[in-house]
């Protein structure tokens, strides 16, 4: 079982999300679930309350950055024996095994994320598309770096690096833009390593929002 815990940020989650926690248990020892004020999908926390280590929940909608946050908080304080934190979304867009491809890598990092990374290859949502180039080619007229799918919420965190990881700035979708922008510091660059795209019922599950979260991480960069 990997010394890994999986952290989950949930608003409005449906099925997906229970299958997610249901096909980690046999693997990782823990996941924590952290549910962003949802109004919906209490069906989905219900399930999965006994199969995971922490079901945390804020109260109003504070957004992805500040959910990852909330998690990486908890994670720290009430488990230290762990060698680091893959997080994941709640959509099914991550595969269980691409997870624990992700979660192998971490535990060989010191000093670097871990990215879990799609090829936006064949039928691919033009929101998804298109946010993915555009962010992509401004990361790295803005940063310097290269990194082939910039909107990946499957990342590897080695448990050194979580105090620094926390303490970006950011509630929302923009801090995990500041999280690679901050790579920049790290001793090693991201370790990018490929996944499957997946995309359930074209993506309507996802609450990105391809002009105003767009817009939102690339001021993020220009005011970082």
């Known amino acids: 079982m990997y010394r890994i815990a999986v952290l989950i940020p949930a608003y409005q989650p449906g099925e997906e999300l229970v299958r997610l926690v249901d096909a980690l248990r046999g693997t990782f020892g823990h996941v924590v679930v952290v549910d962003d004020g949802s109004t919906e999908g209490h069906e989905a926390f219900e399930a999965i309350r006994g199969n995971v280590a922490a079901l945390i929940r804020h109260e109003t909608n504070r957004g992805k950055g500040a959910a990852l946050k909330t998690g ?37 990092r010191k000093g670097g994320i871990v990215l879990g990374v ?35 919420g499957l990342r590897g965190i080695p448990v050194g690096m979580l105090e620094r990881i926390e303490k970006i700035r950011g509630d929302r979708y923009e801090y995990e833009t ?31 929002r391809p002009f105003v979260d767009t817009l939102r991480t690339q001021a993020a960069l220009w005011l970082r």
Do not use: C
């Open 72 to 108: 990486f908080a908890w994670i720290r304080t009430n488990l230290p024996d762990i060698a680091g934190v893959v997080t994941a979304d709640a959509d099914g867009q991550h595969t269980p095994d691409d997870i624990r491809k992700v979660a192998a890598a971490t535990l060989s």
């Open 178 to 208: 500041r999280m690679l922008a901050d790579s920049r510091k790290h001793r090693e660059p991201p370790l990018q390593i490929p996944i499957r795209t997946v995309y359930i019922r074209g993506n309507r599950s996802s609450h990105y």
């Open 118 to 152: 799609r090829a936006f290859e064949g039928s691919v949502p033009w929101r998804s598309r298109f946010g993915n180039w555009w962010t992509r080619t401004f990361f790295r007229l803005l940063t310097g770096l290269s990194v082939s799918d910039t909107q990946t």
